[in-house]
Structures are given as C-alpha cells and as structure tokens.
T-cell receptor
Framework: GNSVTQMEGPVTLSEEAFLTINCTYTATGYPSLFWYVQYPGEGLQLLLK?????DKGSNKGFEATYRKETTSFHLEKGSVQVSDSAVYFC???????????FGSGTKLNVKP | EPEVTQTPSHQVTQMGQEVILRCVPI?????FYWYRQILGQKVEFLVSFYNNEISEKSEIFDDQFSVERPDGSNFTLKIRSTKLEDSAMYFC?????????????FGNGTRLTVT
C-alpha cells in the first residue's frame, strides 16, 4: 500500500540551527512527493515538491531531495528562523491515483 | 494568487444537528477534496469529487456525510447528524489535475465543535 512516515516531534531548535525532518514513504509506482507547512490557525500550504527520482524541491531556504533508493524525502534547512515554527507534513501522490497520503506531521519550535 | 476559501471559520453545533461546511475552490480546478484533522493529529482523507460525483471516499465518510457542488463555484460537506467525535478541523482542497504532480491547494479550514 501507500504510506508516509515522518519523524515524531516536536523538534526544538535555536535560531540559525540546521534542520532535518525525516520522511520515508512506501508507494506503488512512481509517486510525486510534497512537503506542506501549517502555521498556527491556518490551512496547509505547499512548501515544495519533487516529481521524480533525484529531483530536488526547494523554497524559502528549505529543500528536499527525492531519493528512490532509500524511499526518502527528508526536509532540510541550513539556518532556521523563529518564523519557521510550524507543523510540517510530508505527502505523496501517485502517478495514477487521486488521493494524497499525508504523514502524521512534525511540529517545529524555533527559539530565539 | 487564487485561493480556496472556506466558511464559516468556526462552527459550534449540538450533537445530532446537521451542519453544512462551505468551500469555494480555485476557479479553474476540477478536482475537489475534503480532509479533516482532529486536534494535533493526522490529516485524514474524507472524500474526493470530480465531474459532479464522488471519485473516492474513506471509511470515515459514512452515510452521515455527503458532498455537493450546488452551483459552479461552491463545494459543500454536509454532516447529517453530528457526533461528538466529528469535532475537528475540516479542510477543503482543490487540484488542477487528478493525479501525479499537481498539488493540493487548501483552504484555511472550518473548526467544527460538537457539544
């Protein structure tokens, strides 16, 4: 079946620290992979995506590389800010199916 | 940038009452979805809708739930007889394409509280 597994949170970092949030997936075929971010009281916003193996998605200093050999799509940022505090969701969607599968979300707290 | 809008932002209802949650998807999108998120938990798929019919639904989406596109712009979720466990944040989403790399665009959600 199709599923996404994320590291459990919360993750607490100091400002300017390096961030990694792990995400691995199981899927039939060749899915597209996404990271969404949810700020307090808001909906999910697309952060970045990658559509095939070895693609790197990037946005706002965040990046993630689609690794088919390890079925992973880890989110990284070199220097986090307080404003990055949010919940981050990894998700996949198959080439030939409609539904998105979401991970359980990882809460990030960045302290000044 | 076009966005998905949802109303109301917060709905309080008594157990057993009917509620209708409303959404206006992005105008050129053809695929519509409802997801829900119980406080602090996973984002759960409820239903997807295309060409005026349900294309897929989850086990959560039982006979108490229904969706409708009553006109060219609105997309609604009805819960016929609410239960306490229906309390959650309900997100509407739309997508240009129904598969592959087309992302979902989410609204800001309706917080449903059943008392």
């Amino acid at each position: 079946g199709n599923s996404v597994t994320q590291m459990e949170g919360p993750v607490t970092l100091s400002e300017e620290a390096f961030l990694t949030i792990n995400c691995t997936y199981t899927a039939t075929g060749y899915p597209s992979l996404f990271w969404y971010v949810q700020y307090p009281g808001e909906g999910l916003q697309l952060l970045l995506k990658a559509t095939k193996a070895d693609d790197k998605g990037s946005n706002k200093g965040f990046e993630a590389t689609y690794r088919k050999e390890t079925t992973s799509f880890h989110l990284e940022k070199g220097s986090v800010q307080v404003s990055d505090s949010a919940v981050y969701f990894c998700a996949l969607r198959g080439y030939n199916f409609n539904k998105f599968y979401f991970g359980s979300g990882t809460k990030l707290n960045v302290k000044p | 940038e076009p966005e998905v809008t949802q109303t109301p932002s917060h709905q309080v209802t008594q157990m057993g009452q009917e509620v209708i949650l409303r959404c206006v998807p992005i105008s050129n999108h053809l695929y519509f979805y409802w997801y829900r998120q119980i406080l602090g938990q996973k984002v759960e798929f409820l239903v997807s809708f295309y060409n005026n019919e349900i294309s897929e639904k989850s086990e959560i989406f039982d006979d108490q739930f229904s969706v409708e596109r009553p006109d060219g712009s609105n997309f609604t979720l009805k819960i016929r007889s609410t239960k306490l466990e229906d309390s959650a944040m309900y997100f509407c989403a739309s997508s240009e394409e129904g598969q592959g790399n087309s992302p979902l665009h989410f609204g800001n959600g309706t917080r449903l509280t059943v008392t």
